[in-house]
């Protein structure tokens, strides 16, 4: 299990991941958390990577998609639900309680980096 503190709204936030995600993800959206994350991280590495001068075209062919957002948004609710913080019982009612904005791009690699540290195994490999 992993852990991690964010400022959202100006208010520290835990965020935690561990093997439960991808079943509460499931339950909850009736999606597969594994391929969303692989597809949001390319979606974002691609905006990360744009070079600085890089085309307008480029610029919003780079973009995260609105889909990617509702991902990006879904994953951090629930990644804050599951350390146990108070913030209301779904994404959209969560979103509509902060009074601020917050950044995607500094909450991005939290979740990414939560999620990667989840993914590792603890298990050695029975063939050598």
């Known amino acids: 299990?992993?852990?991690?503190t964010v400022i959202i709204?100006?208010?520290e936030r835990k965020m935690r991941a561990s093997a439960l995600i991808p079943r509460l993800y499931r339950f909850k959206f009736g999606r597969d958390i594994i391929r969303d994350m692989a597809n949001l991280r390319?979606?974002?590495e691609a905006v990360q990577n744009l070079p600085d001068d890089a085309t307008d075209e480029q610029?919003?062919?780079a973009q995260l998609?609105?889909?990617d957002l509702t991902v990006f948004e879904n994953i951090a609710w629930l990644m804050l639900h599951h350390a146990g913080e108070d913030i209301p019982d779904t994404p959209d009612k969560w979103l509509d309680s902060?009074?601020?904005?917050?950044s995607i791009y500094e909450i991005m690699p939290v979740i990414l980096e939560l999620w990667g540290e989840n993914q590792v195994t603890t298990s050695e490999a029975k063939k050598k």
């Open 1 to 4: 299990m992993a852990e991690r």
């Open 9 to 11: 709204d100006g208010i």
């Open 42 to 44: 390319k979606s974002y």
């Open 59 to 61: 610029r919003e062919e």
């Open 65 to 67: 998609s609105a889909f």
């Open 98 to 102: 902060i009074e601020g904005i917050f």
